[in-house]
């Protein structure tokens, strides 16, 4: 049972043993006449009653409508029967005013509230016009004190639903971060395995390949010839390997075109200009480092589109003599790095330790964020 729907059967509880008890001690206490006490009685039930068929259903549906009204101008009226009957009823007091504020708006539950204090006065008016007096500074005390209870319970209850709403939001963030964890891990293993295939087996035998043409060039060597064709058959199914696991988009584009895609597909779902600049002379990179590159400026792009706000993004992607550098910029919100980063900039952080390379986010209300990962290569 959520938060919000225990508060809800606690007023529940509340309302149905207050009316219990009032009923109760309308048919117990001596000095009512008996045909009095019956339609007291009568209309404790008929309270009681209408709560369960209809009032209940109305406070969980949070339907502040005409039925509602209807309903609690009904309860008002069987209030003020018993009260007539037998003032002892009074005491239902406790009862209506929380389901006053639960059934129609604040400032008509406040007028409400006001009205139901009154009932009292007028009867002790009806059977004693004189001494309403003390009657009426009960009812002034009631009416403020009512009114704060009232305030107090929809405060309540809406703290109840924001902090129900919260645990599901919670819910629904850590079940999110299972998942996109599962992803990472499962990309990131996929990334590692492409690049140690390439590093190593392809290489290999590429190695292979070229030392053995070098002693043989024309291949007479048939022991030769087939050694050659074996790692080439290999080097072939080893670059297989490599387009399986690396990431669909550098599987037939290089790193700058799928970061240029990329970019597009950022300005396409988020409706933000994303200009990509490539500075220096691009080149191949081992399959790992390319993979590294391009999560970094997705996930980055990512993060702009749900969190920043922004109006405007700018990718660079510059290659050097012996490092490539990615940096994302944008004008959005920005936020404070010593205590906000999620999954996404720790699994950056995680992937750019791999490859021995320097996550630096920079990040400012005024000016927005800038995320700059650079790699030695």
């Not at 339907?63 to 018993?82: D, K, R, S």
Request: glycine share 8%; proline share 4%; net charge negative.
């Amino acid at each position: 049972m959520s938060e919000s729907e225990s508060s809800y059967w606690l007023w529940e509880l509340f309302f149905a043993v207050t009316v219990v008890a009032v009923g109760s001690a309308v048919a117990i206490v001596d000095g009512f006449e008996p045909g009095r006490r019956a339609v007291a009685l009568a209309a404790v039930g008929a309270m009681l009653a209408l709560h369960l068929l209809l009032g209940r259903r109305l406070i969980a549906r949070d339907a502040e409508n005409t039925t509602a009204l209807l309903t609690l101008l009904a309860q008002m009226l069987f209030f003020g029967v018993a009260v007539w009957a037998v003032p002892l009823a009074t005491w239902l007091l406790f009862a209506v005013i929380p389901v006053i504020f639960q059934m129609v708006a604040v400032r008509l539950a406040i007028a409400l509230v006001v009205v139901t204090n009154l009932i009292p006065v007028g009867v002790k008016l009806w059977y004693d016009p004189g001494g309403v007096g003390m009657d009426v500074v009960i009812a002034a005390i009631s009416t403020v004190a009512g009114i704060c209870i009232g305030l107090w319970i929809l405060t309540t209850l809406r703290e109840s639903e924001q902090r129900a709403t919260l645990i599901t939001e919670l819910e629904a963030s850590r079940a999110e971060v299972v998942r996109l964890s599962h992803e990472a891990g499962v990309a990131a293993e996929r990334a590692r395995l492409a690049g140690e295939i390439h590093d190593t087996l392809a290489q290999g035998f590429t190695s292979i390949v070229t030392l053995v043409q070098a002693a043989d060039p024309g291949l007479r060597d048939e022991r030769l010839a087939l050694a050659v064709r074996t790692a080439r058959e290999n080097l072939a199914e080893s670059r297989a390997l490599i387009a399986a696991l690396s990431p669909t988009a550098l599987a037939d584009a290089s790193l700058p075109e799928a970061v240029r895609r990329s970019a597009a597909r950022f300005t396409e779902e988020a409706g933000v200009p994303a200009a990509v600049r490539i500075t220096g002379d691009p080149r191949p990179l081992p399959t790992r480092l390319e993979v590294v590159l391009l999560r970094a400026a997705q996930e980055s792009l990512t993060n702009v589109r749900r969190h920043a706000f922004a109006n405007e993004v700018g990718v660079l992607l510059a290659y050097a003599p012996s490092s490539v550098r990615l940096v994302i910029r944008d004008d959005g919100k920005g936020f404070d790095t010593a205590i906000a980063g999620g999954f996404g900039l720790s699994g950056m952080r995680t992937r750019a330790a791999q490859v021995d390379g320097t996550l630096t986010v920079r990040s400012d209300a005024d000016t927005g964020t800038i995320i700059e990962l650079e790699i030695p290569a």
